[in-house]
């Protein structure tokens, strides 16, 4: 396979989930993807195709996330680059599989911290992105029993891999994720 195209990764992401939630998380984090792509001069559309199937075969083989997923995307031969990229967000989760380019330190980072910023947003009167500064986001991320599925270990080592400050990196994930507020119903 070439370059794979937006329209058969989307495909693809909906034939593996149909969860509602799943796909607005796929859905900003490639939003936050193509941000962090564009603010660096990086590939728009690979950064945010990996971003859209990062979690591919979540909903189907939780048990085998990340494994399956390098299955499904071998057998649809996407380019080993974008597989490593999508493999890597799980790095000491459920694979060992270690981020090594900037992108997959960016998809590694913000994986998560799309899930806080959500979880932060929808307890705003105004339930949305648009009017969220990092500082709110940054007072749930203190907050362990706030959104506690989100692991802030990773987060933190994410930050580190980047050479970005927590703030920043929360600064522009809501700017990106404010990029698709309406596909994301934030």
Not at 33 to 60: P, R, S, V
Not at 153 to 170: F, H, R, S, Y
């Amino acid at each position: 396979m070439e370059q794979p195209t937006r329209e058969s990764a989307l495909q693809l992401l909906k034939e593996y989930n149909k969860s509602d939630a799943l796909l607005k998380h796929a859905y900003a984090v490639e939003g936050v993807m193509k941000h962090f792509a564009l603010k660096f001069n990086e590939d728009i559309m690979k950064w945010g195709i990996i971003g859209l199937i990062h979690d591919l075969d979540y909903e189907m083989y939780p048990a085998e996330h990340c494994v399956k997923t390098e299955e499904i995307m071998k057998e649809h031969h996407y380019p080993q680059e974008y597989i490593h990229a999508v493999i890597s967000h799980g790095y000491g989760l459920c694979v060992d599989v270690e981020p090594v380019l900037f992108m997959e330190k960016v998809l590694y980072t913000i994986d998560e911290l799309t899930g806080l910023i959500a979880a932060t947003a929808l307890m705003r009167p105004s339930r949305s992105v648009n009017d969220l500064e990092a500082k709110s986001v940054i007072k749930k991320f203190k907050q362990s029993s706030f959104a506690a599925g989100v692991n802030r270990e990773v987060i933190i080592k994410g930050c580190e891999m980047i050479d970005m400050d927590l703030n920043d990196v929360i600064t522009e994930c809501i700017t990106g994720m404010r990029k698709v507020a309406d596909i994301i119903g934030l």
